[in-house]
């Protein structure tokens, strides 16, 4: 089984050995590992989370109710799903449960998981390596800026993403910028105004995306 990435390997390869990491105790009990979805060639990538309950059964990152947020706020700033990449911190769903077959809760992942996913999350965005990489809420943002990282001082700020101890040398220059999960969207108690300000963070990042060819 599989813990960490093998080395040279492609991103079809990364996906594929995913399938079997045993890092940490989160494969037991969930689905299948929940990887990626995308352009390997995209200029922005998005990191979540981790999968939900939906995403657990289907195999696909945000195709839950806060998918649906993050497809409609990509639509307002003139961007397509496919052309992003799109993955989340951590690989397997946790959650609790009072008993077989009864409904999955989402619990958020502890810093030891992000610790063991962390490695594939490095090499996947060396791969792709977006000139912009949006960290989508909390536990994505202390995935890459560590655990003291707080999105609510710091969210929609563009950070040089090249250049840091955790990347690989080959990474070009580029970004990070934190905002919000979709699903806080959901949960606020004026989900028009969190929507709005998702969305002006998401326009920060598409601002900073060269000029296309």
């Not at 050995?17 to 990626?36: D, H, I, K, M, N």
């Not at 792709?128 to 890459?144: F, H, Q, R």
């Not at 004026?190 to 709005?196: G, I, W």
Request: glycine residues 10%.
């Amino acid at each position: 089984m599989n813990a960490e990435p093998p080395p040279g390997a492609s991103l079809t390869g990364l996906r594929e050995a995913a399938r079997t990491c045993t890092a940490c105790e989160l494969f037991e009990g969930t689905t299948q590992t929940v990887f990626s979805v995308g352009s390997a060639t995209a200029r922005l990538a998005l990191v979540g989370e981790q999968p939900g309950d939906v995403e657990d059964r289907r195999g696909i990152p945000f195709v839950g109710p806060a998918g649906q947020v993050l497809d409609r706020a990509l639509g307002e700033v003139g961007i397509e799903r496919g052309q992003t990449y799109v993955t989340n911190a951590v690989k397997h769903f946790r959650f609790s449960q009072d008993a077989p077959g009864r409904r999955r809760i989402h619990q958020t992942p502890e810093l030891r998981h992000l610790t063991s996913c962390k490695p594939w999350l490095v090499a996947e965005l060396a791969l792709v390596d977006p000139e912009v990489v949006v960290l989508l809420g909390a536990t994505a943002a202390k995935s890459l800026l560590g655990p003291d990282f707080r999105v609510t001082r710091s969210r929609g700020v563009l950070l040089p993403r090249a250049g840091r101890a955790d990347e690989p040398a080959a990474v070009h220059a580029g970004w990070l910028l934190a905002t919000i999960h979709p699903s806080a969207v959901l949960r606020a108690d004026d989900p028009d105004v969190a929507y709005a300000g998702f969305v002006a963070d998401l326009r920060v990042a598409i601002g900073a995306l060269s000029p296309a060819a």
